[in-house]
């Protein structure tokens, strides 16, 4: 075996979901290079002082997402082979990304885009077989995003209460998927607890699905490398993210759609209100032939 060596260093990069965009870079670099596995090393002897999100998060929180979200969505890759995090020296040298140290870290969709231009397989994630086995069938996932950080970017629960029992209405199976945040206890809504704290069992969900109505979130951000029917919501929220940034972030205009994604894999650019949830869902539940 020749596997890919990869790091991760949380002096440029940050402890959030966005390691799992690099995970799919990883992937895709694994691929074109023609290697048979890859490697992730975590180097953690140092974070990140960036952002004002960077500097505002406590250095314990960020030790615990390192084991909490950098970690839960490792199982996801069939061919990560190795995953070591370390705060001392590796002495090892690492492939990709190919300018690191001197480059950073990249982990952004927009990087995945032109993997998939030259040729790369993007739609990579694959929850464990076995996974499978734990989680129910459900016709329609809904995912709420709760969240300390950002919290003009959450939900409104009413609304999705409103899509909730509209879906009930119409005779589908309906499970809420929390975030990881916030298991939106006591909801009222039927919810699977269990994907709030493994993302193993989340996505093996989403798999499972016939089709899965997402908030724009961290957990759920993998949705657009899999091959589960899916629309997602907000992903202008708040205020937080611009079409500008959207479109260096994630190296796709703003308003269109990811290159590899389906009919039945939509990002709505819209916010998630009663009405739009309603009308948008409605009208792609039509396109996977749910009606």
């Known amino acids: 075996m020749n596997p890919l060596r990869c790091v991760y260093d949380l002096r440029m990069a940050p402890v959030t979901f966005d390691f799992s965009h690099f995970l799919v870079a990883c992937e895709c670099a694994r691929q074109l290079l023609e290697r048979d596995s890859f490697s992730v090393t975590i180097l953690a002897d140092g974070y990140r002082k960036q952002t004002e999100r960077d500097v505002n998060t406590p250095q314990d929180e960020k030790a615990h997402r390192i084991y909490g979200i950098l970690l839960q969505c490792t199982p996801l890759f069939p061919h990560l082979t190795e995953l070591i995090v370390t705060t001392e020296p590796t002495g090892r040298d690492f492939e990709y990304p190919n300018q690191y140290p001197s480059g950073g870290t ?16 993007v739609s990579c994630i694959e929850a464990p077989a076995f996974a499978k086995t734990l989680v129910p069938d459900v016709d329609i996932t809904l995912t709420l995003r709760a969240s300390r950080h950002f919290p003009d970017r959450n939900v409104n629960t009413d609304d999705w209460q409103a899509l909730y029992d509209h879906l009930i209405k119409e005779g589908y199976s309906v499970l809420v998927v929390p975030d990881q945040e916030d298991p939106c206890l006591g909801s009222g809504q039927d919810e699977y607890i269990p994907a709030a704290f493994d993302m193993r069992l989340r996505y093996a969900l989403y798999q499972k699905a016939r089709f899965n109505v997402v908030s724009s979130n961290g957990p759920a951000s993998l949705l657009q490398f899999t091959d589960c029917p899916h629309i997602i919501f907000d992903q202008y929220r708040g205020g937080v993210f611009t079409p500008d940034m959207y479109e260096r972030m994630n190296g796709i205009p703003a308003g269109s759609q990811l290159p ?11 916010d998630s209100t009663a009405d739009t949830l309603i009308d948008r869902v409605d009208k792609a539940l039509e396109v996977v032939r749910m009606k």
Do not use: C, L
């Open 106 to 121: 990249p982990y952004s969709a927009g990087q995945i885009v032109e993997f998939h231009k030259a040729g790369a397989k």
């Open 260 to 270: 590899w994604s389906r009919p039945d894999q939509t990002i709505a650019w819209v």
